[in-house]
């Protein structure tokens, strides 16, 4: 028996596969080791596992952990195994990047390329069995071009700057109960300033139809784009092929701006994991 596991920076998604091919899906937190230790993740696990695999953790073999912050460092690595390993004590525990999660979904074991658009960002070339190219994202502080983050704190940093329309801003004041100097306050507090900022990416989305968040959707696509997918080597010979929330959701505008660049778009999937399911039950 597997469990294969889909982390991102919000949440994560289980998979348990049995023998006979059976599977049932849970829900828990988002584990990024960056921002959170292995206490946390082995309590988090403790509360959140269902009873029907509580009864049968022993006979877990091998969790497949594909995650957001895997493969940074041996130190972040460390954080998710030895947060994983108490709920799962008999199983041996395989780290991997949410980036080869991707590409796995999306592609199975065909080589092309894929890329993350959810919470936070990422890109790169598949060959079938790992990620071969990939030019850093740089997370949070230092890039996410095309993320839920990123989508956000445009939205933030407009409002706080006061650009935002004046019929926006009486919305958005009204719909999250900030002011300009709550809302820094509440950035610079949070334990996870990447997941609060890419709240507000709902905003632009909710209110598409105006011509000011259709502006910030596509500066937010186009960076991704011009930044990070027009640097790979003969990028155009590829299709583009993405999961996360935000390509998505927003797949028209994605597709619109992909088109202005001459890249076909590929699969978009709202999440990874049930391309996952069908990668490992083939192997």
Same mark, same amino acid.
């Given at each position: 028996?597997?469990?294969?596991?889909?982390?991102?920076?919000?949440?994560?998604?289980?998979? @348990?596969?049995?023998?006979?091919?059976?599977?049932?899906?849970?829900?828990?937190?988002?584990?990024?080791?960056?921002?959170?230790?292995?206490?946390?993740?082995?309590?988090?696990?403790?509360?959140?596992?269902?009873?029907?695999?509580?009864?049968?953790?022993?006979?877990?073999?091998?969790?497949?952990?594909?995650?957001?912050? /895997?493969?940074?460092? =041996?130190?972040?690595?460390?954080?998710?195994?030895?947060?994983?390993?108490? &709920?799962?004590?008999?199983?041996?525990?395989? !780290?991997?990047?949410?980036?080869?999660?991707?590409?796995? /979904?999306?592609?199975?074991?065909?080589?092309?390329?894929?890329?993350? #658009?959810?919470?936070?960002?990422?890109?790169?070339?598949?060959?079938?069995?790992?990620?071969?190219?990939?030019?850093?994202?740089?997370?949070?502080?230092?890039?996410?071009?095309?993320?839920?983050?990123?989508?956000?704190?445009?939205?933030?940093?407009?409002?706080?700057?006061?650009?935002?329309?004046?019929? !926006?801003?009486?919305?958005?004041?009204?719909?999250?109960? #900030?002011?300009?100097?709550?809302?820094? *306050?509440?950035?610079?507090?949070?334990?996870?300033? *990447?997941?609060?900022?890419?709240?507000?990416? =709902?905003? &632009?989305?909710?209110?598409?139809?105006?011509?000011?968040?259709?502006?910030?959707?596509?500066? *937010?696509?186009?960076?991704? @784009?011009?930044?990070?997918?027009? =640097?790979?080597?003969?990028?155009?010979?590829?299709?583009? *092929?993405?999961?996360?929330?935000? /390509?998505?959701?927003?797949?028209?505008?994605?597709? #619109?701006?992909?088109?202005?660049?001459?890249?076909?778009?590929?699969?978009?999937?709202?999440?990874?994991?049930?391309?996952?399911?069908?990668?490992? =039950?083939?192997?």
């Amino acid at each position: 028996m597997i469990l294969i596991a889909d982390g991102g920076a919000t949440k994560t998604t289980w998979s @348990f596969i049995n023998n006979d091919a059976a599977v049932f899906n849970f829900e828990t937190e988002g584990y990024h080791p960056f921002f959170v230790d292995a206490g946390y993740i082995a309590q988090s696990l403790q509360k959140a596992l269902p009873p029907a695999l509580i009864e049968r953790r022993n006979q877990i073999e091998k969790i497949f952990f594909y995650s957001t912050g /895997a493969g940074y460092s =041996r130190e972040t690595d460390a954080v998710l195994k030895e947060g994983i390993a108490p &709920a799962f004590p008999e199983a041996e525990i395989f !780290l991997e990047t949410d980036l080869l999660a991707a590409a796995r /979904a999306l592609l199975q074991k065909k080589a092309g390329f894929a890329a993350i #658009l959810g919470t936070g960002s990422n890109s790169g070339m598949y060959d079938g069995a790992n990620i071969i190219s990939n030019i850093e994202s740089g997370g949070f502080l230092l890039g996410d071009e095309g993320s839920g983050a990123y989508l956000g704190k445009m939205v933030l940093i407009d409002y706080i700057r006061g650009y935002t329309p004046e019929a !926006l801003k009486q919305i958005f004041e009204q719909r999250y109960k #900030l002011t300009p100097e709550s809302l820094i *306050n509440e950035v610079y507090s949070s334990k996870t300033p *990447n997941e609060y900022c890419a709240r507000f990416a =709902r905003f &632009a989305a909710d209110h598409i139809d105006t011509d000011y968040c259709r502006e910030l959707v596509l500066t *937010n696509f186009d960076d991704f @784009f011009r930044k990070m997918i027009t =640097r790979y080597k003969n990028y155009q010979h590829y299709s583009i *092929n993405t999961v996360g929330s935000v /390509a998505y959701y927003l797949k028209d505008l994605f597709m #619109l701006v992909a088109a202005r660049y001459q890249i076909t778009v590929g699969n978009i999937f709202p999440s990874a994991i049930e391309g996952l399911i069908r990668y490992h =039950r083939s192997l």
